[in-house]
């Protein structure tokens, strides 16, 4: 992949050979010549796509750093959401690991775990899931675990659930998702994380049981992703 010096490098010398292509097709004898054939119709189409093609490459090394700086404080701040950041003194974002997941169904095939470390230990770690299954789509979210394999968190990152039912999975609508904090794989067996509807005890919405049922089933399988690689994420 080039880098962003590497680009405009390209970009420049790409302009100058336009420059030149140009300046001869635009000497008036030459369009005098060609003029009448459809060449020449072609050939100004295709001059302005060259010249959006440049325009738009230039537009993105001027706005990309910008953009990347954008999504890493919105990752930043979803992240501080599901981990305290009194359990942490590195950056999250530069301290990561990356598991495969694909069959651990989390949404990709793999995983970038960000790493909480307090004095060098591992304190958490934290890590973005997503529901296939929620009632209008997939539900995207991100948790945080700390070393002993309990939820300090869990939010709703994106989603097109119904607005006035579905939506209460946001913490913004209700307290429902707290209701994962403290929880682990040893405090309740694999039949109660469900919703009470399915003999669970994770509650469900009056008209909206797909929802919180699609949640709770992921937020499940993160914990058994965790699990099932602590020793590679925690350390023994």
Known sequence: MK????????????????KEFLKHWLEPSNLERLRPRLAFQ??????FALIASFLLGVTHCSTHDA???????????????VVPSTLHDNDLLQD????????????????????????????????????????????????????????????????AETPGLGDKIEIAKSGWILDFNGRS???????????KKDGGVFDQFAGATITPRAVVKTVHRGLQFFNRHRNELIGS
């Open 3 to 18: 880098s962003d010096s590497d680009h405009i490098k390209w970009l420049i010398e790409e302009a100058v050979t336009y």
């Open 42 to 47: 072609t050939g100004v189409l295709a001059g």
């Open 67 to 81: 953009i990347q700086q954008r999504l890493d404080e919105d990752l930043q701040k979803s992240l501080a959401e």
């Open 96 to 159: 990561t690991v990356t598991v495969p997941s694909t069959e651990d169904n989390l949404g990709a095939n793999e995983t970038t775990v960000y790493i909480a470390r307090k004095a060098g230990q591992v304190s958490a770690v934290c890590f973005k899931l997503a529901a296939p299954d929620g009632y209008s789509g997939i539900i995207n979210m991100v948790i945080g675990i700390n070393r002993d394999g309990e939820i300090l968190g869990v939010r709703v990152i994106n989603h």
């Open 185 to 195: 794989l040893l405090g309740l067996t694999d039949a109660q994380w469900a919703v």
